[in-house]
């Protein structure tokens, strides 16, 4: 056994039996592994994560939570509700509330599905930009941050005439280029689904002259999508069950998507006990850090594609963010929001 391995089994010993004297009452009825706790698989974790970071739940009730987002000027967060179209904020102090309903299914079409926004992300212009499940497009709310409506203005909804599946997560570069995936989550009866009408699933590059570019059609379920610290490399999820892995990309002088290869390869954890989820949303550390979310919680990579840690949330979980000065991880799991504190 290396000497890696030896240190995650002790770290993670220590913190289940932390967790066993100090949250009795969780554990009734239920296995002493569902409870959140942090697995440091290399000490390197320990630069940005301690073992004993204490989980905070701060709302519980969603039916599939996602797309967190820390709006800085405002100094809170904001993230999705998936199936009830709606967006809730969370703010120190006050809790969590509505913050924008609907979200993402506005009836522009009646036989589309009714989710509403999932990824969210801010336009360099500071509008509030929602990947719409329902409407099928990338569109910008079309208010003020603080005085949120279900106005909305489209950006993209197609590609060659034919309507996006359903747009998942973005990124923008500090050029204004906007990276965004397409799989089908957002259609009722996913890749089957008779209004489908594109036949790929896409990872696309919206330009801020409007002009779009289709980067790469051959991941199945692409879905969360960040940009390395210096912004030469894409990293891109798929939610794929048969292929369950994170990519890498070059991204050239022109900005396009170039040398896709496996980042990290998490498909022998599908299934698996313990190992709730599929890759989905990340973010990146101004430190080199990416935590993404995957099988049985939140991975810590650092940007060698190297496992360092696993935030094990006890729950599929969707998607996580930082706040604005980078000490506290927000975490979309399931039906919870929850978070930790980092280093």
Known sequence: MNRNRTRSIKFTAIILLSCLFALPNMLTGALASQVPYIE?????????????????????????????????????????????NTLYQYKEGEGVSVYLTPSGATGIDQNDSQQGGNGLLLHPNGQLVIMQHGDRRVAAMDAALTQAEPKFVALADSYNSKRFNSPNDGVFHSNGDLYFTDPPYGLKNGRKDANKQLSFDGIYRLRPSGELTLEDDSVLYPNG???????????????????????????????????????????????????????????????????????????????????????????????????????????????????????
Not at 67 to 79: K, N, S, T, V
Not at 294 to 311: H, R, S, W
């Open 40 to 84: 440091i698989v290399d000490e390197r974790a320990l630069n940005i994560i301690s073992p004993d970071a204490a989980f905070e739940v701060l709302g519980t009730g969603y039916s599939w939570s996602e797309g967190p987002l820390w709006l800085p000027e405002q100094d809170m967060l904001i993230f999705s509700d998936v199936p009830q």
């Open 225 to 343: 999508i960040v940009l390395s610290t210096d912004q030469s490399k894409a990293i891109v999820a798929a939610s794929d069950r048969e292929a369950a892995k994170w990519y890498q990309y070059d991204i050239d002088a022109n900005g396009s998507l170039r040398n896709k290869r496996v980042f990290y390869d998490a498909s022998n954890l599908v299934g698996q006990e313990n190992e709730q989820g599929l890759p989905d949303g990340m973010v990146v550390h101004s430190a080199g850090y990416i935590f993404a979310t995957g099988p049985g919680g939140v991975f810590v990579f650092n940007e060698l594609g190297e496992l360092l840690a696993k935030i094990r949330t006890g729950k599929a979980t969707a998607n996580c963010t930082l706040s604005g000065d980078e000490k506290t991880l927000y975490m979309t799991a399931h039906d919870t929001l929850m978070r930790i504190n980092l280093k």
